[in-house]
């Protein structure tokens, strides 16, 4: 006998306490602590980075909208990534709606132990299926960034750093970026 699955609705994310961050795919609801501290500081160190140059023009090219955990919603997916950037000929101005359902041209997701298989497993394939052109993979622990590409609808592994690598990768090539920075605490 088949049991009846209930489809997760946006509701289901509302009615989440505070403390919780909530995701759908594909149905299912998926809910997980906010991050620890190694995640926090890494998505924050890493924003701190790239938004002076990329979305106010300050040492680098400007041109960029770039957000911290935007909600996406891509018909009944709901996804959240740790960062998001859309090049401001797609996307002029932030939206005052509390979500945004255009996808984004670069998405970072930083690893957690709860969260790493969703990210790569889940999250990954859906914003293939979206047209994302760049992913980053950050793994605060292990100290790494993996930067893929979309490439005929699959994602394309461009190169892993680790440690304290100096590097330039795309989508955002045109400054060095300090691994080292992007991990201190």
């Given amino acids: 006998m088949m049991v009846a699955v209930k489809r997760a609705t946006y509701?289901?994310?509302?009615?989440?306490?505070?403390?919780?961050?909530?995701?759908i795919i594909d149905g299912?609801?998926?809910?997980?602590?906010?991050?620890?501290?190694p995640h926090s500081d890494a998505g924050s160190n890493l924003g701190g980075i790239l938004v002076p140059p990329f979305r106010h023009g300050r040492g680098g090219p400007g041109g960029w909208?770039?957000?911290?955990?935007?909600?996406?919603?891509?018909?009944?997916?709901?996804?959240?990534?740790?960062l998001a950037g859309w090049r401001r000929e797609r996307l002029p101005e932030s939206p005052l709606a509390p979500y945004?359902?255009?996808a984004p041209d670069w998405v970072c997701e930083i690893l957690s132990p709860s969260t790493a298989k969703l990210d790569r497993t889940k999250k990954l394939p859906l914003y293939a299926r979206q047209g994302v052109r760049h992913a980053w993979i950050v793994d605060p622990l292990?100290?790494?960034?993996?930067?893929?590409?979309?490439?005929?609808?699959?994602?394309?592994?461009?190169?892993?750093?680790?440690?304290?690598?100096?590097?330039?990768v795309e989508p955002f090539e045109v400054i060095e970026l300090s691994l080292a920075l992007v991990f201190s605490r």
């Fill in 11 to 23: 509701q289901d994310i509302v009615d989440l306490p505070p403390h919780q961050v909530g995701q």
């Fill in 65 to 82: 909208i770039i957000a911290f955990e935007p909600e996406l919603h891509f018909g009944e997916d709901v996804l959240v990534p740790d």
């Fill in 142 to 168: 292990e100290r790494t960034l993996e930067v893929l590409r979309l490439e005929g609808g699959r994602w394309s592994i461009l190169c892993c750093y680790a440690d304290d690598a100096v590097v330039r």
């Fill in 100 to 102: 945004l359902t255009l």
């Fill in 28 to 37: 299912e609801l998926f809910v997980h602590p906010r991050p620890a501290m």
